[in-house]
């Protein structure tokens, strides 16, 4: 289950003064074409999304004080706990299902994800 991060308080907030993702944890930025980890406690897996959820970019374990950047195709961001991708390897090309789970409040709103086979590579 992701997390929404989609006004500007919860895309600054981001993952500051948490300890950890837990398994199963993901934060869902959007729109955001870049991060950075700076004052993070921990190393996150990083999947930069297009518009309609194909994966553009993937960062294994991002360490604290990095900046990266998903490239112009970048529309969103998936922050997941680091060891996701080595458990859950997404090639760039595949298409995610993100369905948000929670319509009536949009602030606080959590997403399934879900992951679509298109064929696209």
Not at 41 to 52: A, E, M, Q
Not at 54 to 79: D, I, M, N, W
Request: glycine letters at 10%.
């Amino acid at each position: 289950m992701a997390e929404v991060a989609d006004n500007p308080w919860t895309r600054a907030r981001g993952l500051l003064g948490r300890a950890g993702l837990s398994e199963g944890q993901a934060l869902w930025i959007r729109p955001s074409k870049s991060i950075h980890t700076f004052f993070m406690r921990f190393p996150i897996d990083v999947v930069y999304l297009s518009s309609d959820g194909t994966v553009v970019k993937t960062c294994p374990r991002l360490r604290p004080f990095r900046l990266s950047t998903g490239g112009r195709k970048a529309h969103s961001v998936l922050e997941l706990p680091p060891g996701f991708l080595d458990e859950t390897p997404l090639q760039v090309g595949e298409k995610l299902v993100l369905t948000p789970l929670d319509q009536e409040t949009p602030q606080t709103a959590k997403a399934g994800l879900g992951q679509g086979t298109t064929g696209e590579h």
